[in-house]
T-cell receptor, first 115, second 115 residues
Framework: AQSVAQPEDQVNVAEGNPLTVKCTYSVSGNPYLFWYVQYPNRGLQFLLKYITGDNLVKGSYGFEAEFNKSQTSFHLKKPSALVSDSALYFCAVRDSEAAGNKLTFGGGTRVLVKP | AAGVIQSPRHLIKEKRETATLKCYPI?????VYWYQQGPGQDPQFLIS???????DKGSIPDRFSAQQFSDYHSELNMSSLELGDSALYFCASSGTRGGYHNEQFFGPGTRLTVL
């Protein structure tokens, strides 16, 4: 079975400060990991993914994420947050050994960037 | 770039009525997924189709059915609607060329309200 945990319901950060959104996962095989962002009344927008290779993955809008196999984590980071980054962020996983291709999402973390 | 199209965007139904949601995937994408997102919840996988065949099934009620047509668009049919079916329904699509780890691109969602 595949599962994802986002331990923080909300993260508050001042504009210009670093932003980190935490994610841990559990899979039987190898993880395929994804981050999505959701703005109010909008669909989910893909930010970045880790499949294999370098542990540091760079994505859209200046976001990056670091895959840590020993800690089973895939934290999302941004060096300098913008007010416009305020949104709901979802981490998702797919187990390489799972049948089908469905994503399992974490509970989401609301990010609030204050001016 | 073309995105996933969903219609209608908003739908209001009475209890015990039926509803049909439509999804038009990104051109050349061969896999379609349906997710349900309740208020304040993370998206939950319902069902997916690859090349017009059901490829995976999640927590989809027996009252719901779905199919993918020859032009790759998909429809989610919901019968005997209940108040608890009120949610945002997302369709996503992906292409399998290059592997089954490709990211899913989400549509804007259909907001279903059951009164």
């Amino acid at each position: 079975a595949q599962s994802v945990a986002q331990p923080e319901d909300q993260v508050n950060v001042a504009e210009g400060n670093p932003l980190t959104v935490k994610c841990t996962y559990s899979v039987s095989g190898n993880p395929y990991l994804f981050w999505y962002v959701q703005y109010p009344n909008r669909g989910l927008q893909f930010l970045l993914k880790y499949i294999t290779g370098d542990n540091l993955v760079k994505g859209s809008y200046g976001f990056e994420a670091e895959f840590n196999k020993s800690q089973t984590s895939f934290h999302l980071k941004k060096p300098s947050a913008l007010v416009s980054d305020s949104a709901l962020y979802f981490c998702a996983v797919r187990d390489s050994e799972a049948a089908g291709n469905k994503l399992t999402f974490g509970g989401g973390t609301r990010v609030l960037v204050k001016p | 770039a073309a995105g996933v199209i969903q219609s209608p965007r908003h739908l209001i139904k009475e209890k015990r009525e039926t509803a049909t949601l439509k999804c038009y995937p990104i051109p050349r994408h061969d896999t379609v997924y349906w997710y349900q997102q309740g208020p304040g919840q993370d998206p939950q996988f319902l069902i997916s189709f690859y090349e017009k065949m059901q490829s995976d099934k999640g927590s989809i009620p027996d009252r719901f059915s779905a199919q993918q047509f020859s032009d790759y668009h998909s429809e989610l049919n919901m019968s005997s609607l209940e108040l608890g079916d009120s949610a945002l329904y997302f369709c996503a699509s992906s292409g399998t060329r290059g592997g089954y780890h490709n990211e899913q691109f989400f549509g804007p969602g259909t907001r279903l309200t059951v009164l």
